[in-house]
């Protein structure tokens, strides 16, 4: 594991020194996520999504998905899924979707707006 | 639900206890504790998701490195085509956005029974899950000759960094007229066209700086994957340049001689001006302690939840994995890595848990106006994971299709990077 690697080149320290260093550059950040998790089905199904676009619509050389009406999200799709519109990426991931999962897919990425801080 | 906010509402760092090391995030709020180890693209994705997910887990995420150098992309470093500094990203976000516990240390041991991982450090962290993203190990060994020291001579460049670095040096110093031999592995191994991409990349490079210079790929291998868009790519690219020899024509690589620089095979020598010996691989190092991998050398899991079949509680994602028919790759790694966060989210919290999806996208280059790609999706079936759709360039299509993949390779490179780390 490459763990072993960067650990070997710090073998000769003693481990007071390795756990000042390690210790000093540490800076744990004490997060209040208490905001409603953001992980339903819509959700889920965006997390394909982000893969290949973002999801804060800051896209360059890909097609942005942020800032489209639930109606042409879902139509958009479902030309993919048919072959009506051509993309071999876009037609394998639609095939692997229901149309129900496109419907809320497509309603989820509706809600979100540019620059919305989501994974 | 459009964001979440967040309140950085204390930090520490200090060094005189090193129980402090555990990370404390508000315990009051929180039901679960998920321990992710490796922060490549399996471990960084699964500990994004399950921290932006389930806001009730708490997440620290085990990385010895301050940051990270995709090996993904890493070839067009070798063509001069994108600097590494380009290619490496920091933990910073995950920390501060996402509230995931970074920790830059090392794993010396998990205690299933007991339920901690153990650290370099001395600290102790408990869970209730813990999450391996060990990546790769090499097989030294099984080329004679062939060890770990030996990689500072003859560099796999198979892992991001240093090793790639190495390699670019060496083909810079080359002489033209030189020989730069590939070993290209058996299956199953890291980025199934990785070898060919770095070839036809290589070629690149020689041909603008080295034409009279040769590429010699010895493969583990009979045959090798989008061989026909690549034998393609290499007689309209660099017509000359390129030499593939099967396992069946050479016998396959047995030795290297590090001082006569040299690559032997079952039936012939060859002498390398640089070599870059891609060694078989297993499961990382981490994974073998833990007793996660078979005897394939791999780990095998549920393909739903990637909970390991032989170690319960502890998941594994990514290249460590006897992942059926998914390749091994960043992208079927980070594919893996968001099934895997769902699901430890609906165990734990009683989140809803969507059907898993599974995908490999992958964008190869072959020149700098030239890329072809291939999209394919799983299915979880009998126990493992079964292709259910595939689309794969093909040969013929025209120069703005290919050109327009480039453009697409390097947008993705953006997006699922930041997908990531971002």
């Known amino acids: 594991m490459t763990a072993r690697c960067l650990r070997d080149e710090s073998a000769s320290n003693t481990r007071q020194i390795i756990a000042l260093s390690i210790s000093a550059s540490l800076v744990f950040f004490v997060a209040d996520r208490s905001a409603v998790a953001d992980n339903g089905r819509g959700a889920q199904l965006a997390a394909i999504c982000a893969s290949c676009h973002r999801l804060d619509g800051r896209d360059k050389g890909i097609p942005p998905i942020i800032g489209l009406d639930e109606e042409s999200l879902a139509r958009a799709m479902q030309a993919f899924k048919s072959g009506e519109r051509s993309s071999q990426i876009m037609h394998v991931i639609s095939l692997s979707l229901s149309n129900e999962e496109i419907t809320s897919l497509a309603h989820y990425l509706s809600s979100l707006r540019m620059d919305t801080k989501r994974p | ?422």
Not at chain 2, 281 to 299: F, I
Not at chain 2, 314 to 323: F, K, P, S, Y
């Open chain 2, 1 to 422: 639900m459009k964001c979440w906010t967040r309140r950085k509402i204390g930090c520490f760092a200090g060094a005189t206890c090193l129980a402090a090391l555990v990370p404390r995030v508000a315990r009051s709020k929180v039901s679960a504790r998920v321990v992710v180890i490796g922060g490549g693209a399996g471990g960084a994705t699964v500990a994004k998701y399950l921290a932006a997910s389930a806001t009730m887990i708490e997440v620290t995420l085990i990385e010895p490195k301050p940051r990270y150098t995709t090996c993904f992309f890493s070839n067009l470093y070798l063509a001069g085509l994108r600097s590494l500094e380009s290619l490496t990203h920091g933990y910073e976000t995950l920390a501060q956005r996402y509230g995931v516990n970074v920790v830059h240390d090392s794993v010396k041991a998990i205690n299933p029974g007991g339920k901690t991982v153990a650290l370099e450090s001395g600290a102790k962290l408990p869970y209730d899950r813990v999450v391996l993203a060990p990546g790769i190990a090499f097989k030294y060994g099984s080329i004679e000759g062939y060890d770990e020291t030996a990689t500072q001579t003859m560099p796999h460049a198979w892992n991001a960094g240093p090793q790639t670095r190495l390699l670019r040096q060496q083909l810079e110093s080359m002489e033209d007229g030189g020989v730069f031999v590939v070993v290209a592995p058996p299956d199953p191994f890291r980025c199934p066209p990785g070898p060919y991409e770095r070839a036809s990349l290589v070629a690149y490079y020689f041909k603008q700086y080295k034409p009279r210079a040769k590429i010699l790929i010895l493969d583990a291998k009979d045959s090798f994957f989008e061989q026909d868009l690549f034998q393609d790519a290499w007689n309209r690219h660099y017509p000359g340049m390129i030499e593939w020899l099967p396992a069946q024509f050479t016998g396959g690589v047995k030795a290297v001689d590090l001082k006569g620089l040299s690559v032997k095979t079952a039936s012939e020598t060859f002498p390398a001006a640089v070599a870059n010996i891609i060694p078989p691989q297993m499961a990382g190092e981490l994974a073998q302690q833990v007793g996660l991998a078979d005897q394939s050398g791999w780990c095998p899991v549920d393909p739903i939840t990637f909970e390991s079949k032989l170690q319960p509680g502890i998941h594994v994602v990514g290249d460590a994995t006897l992942g059926g028919e998914m390749p091994k790759s960043a992208f079927g790694a980070n594919s893996q890595a968001k099934a895997c966060a769902f699901a430890i989210a609906a165990a734990l919290t009683g989140a809803e848990r969507a059907a898993p999806h599974l995908f490999n996208t992958c964008f190869t280059v072959l020149a700098a106006d030239d890329a072809v790609s291939d999209a394919i999706s799983f299915t979880p079936s009998d126990g493992t994971i079964k292709i259910s759709d595939i689309l794969i360039s093909t040969v013929g299509e025209s120069a703005e299709i290919r050109r327009q993949a480039v453009r697409q390779a390097n947008g993705w490179y953006a997006a699922f990077t930041h997908d990531l780390f971002g």
